[in-house]
Nanobody, 121 residues
Framework: VQLQASGGGLVQSGGSLRLSCAAS????????MGWYRQAPDKQRELVAS???????NYADSVKGRFTISRHNAENTVALQMDSLKPEDTAAYYC????????????????WGQGTLVTVSS
C-alpha cells in the first residue's frame, strides 16, 4: 500500500491550506486514516484522525481550526487547515491503518512521504 500526500506549501499566519492523501495498491480495508506532523527537533505527533465510521479525533492545538475528512470508497483523506499559526510549521505525514489480508484481523501502519507546511508570521 502506498500513500501519496500533496498540498503543502508556504502560507502567511491566518491563512489556509488543504492537504490531501490517497492510498493505492492492494487494499483490503483501512480502519483509521490520519495526519501526523513533525517539527524540527520535536517528536512526531498526531494532528487528526478519522475512522471508517467517521469518528474524528483532533489534537487540542488544532481543534476548531483543522478539519479532517475521508472518502472511504476512494481511500482518500484530507485535512483542511484554517487560521494557521507559525507553530503549525512542520512536515505533515499521512497515515493509514491497513488490514493485512481479506480475512485478517491484523492491521499495519502505512505512511506517506511527508509534505512540508510553512507558516510565516
Amino acid at each position: 500500500v502506498q500513500l501519496q500526500a500533496s498540498g503543502g506549501g508556504l502560507v502567511q499566519s491566518g491563512g489556509s491550506l488543504r492537504l490531501s492523501c490517497a492510498a493505492s495498491g492492494e487494499i483490503f480495508g483501512i480502519s483509521v486514516m490520519g495526519w501526523y506532523r513533525q517539527a524540527p527537533d520535536k517528536q512526531r505527533e498526531l494532528v487528526a484522525s478519522v475512522t471508517s465510521g467517521g469518528l474524528t479525533n483532533y489534537a487540542d492545538s488544532v481543534k476548531g481550526r483543522f478539519t479532517i475528512s475521508r472518502h472511504n470508497a476512494e481511500n482518500t483523506v484530507a485535512l483542511q487547515m484554517d487560521s494557521l499559526k507559525p507553530e503549525d510549521t512542520a512536515a505533515y505525514y499521512c497515515n493509514a491503518r491497513v488490514r493485512a489480508g481479506p480475512e485478517s484481523g491484523i492491521y499495519f501502519d502505512s505512511w506517506g512521504q511527508g509534505t512540508l507546511v510553512t507558516v510565516s508570521s
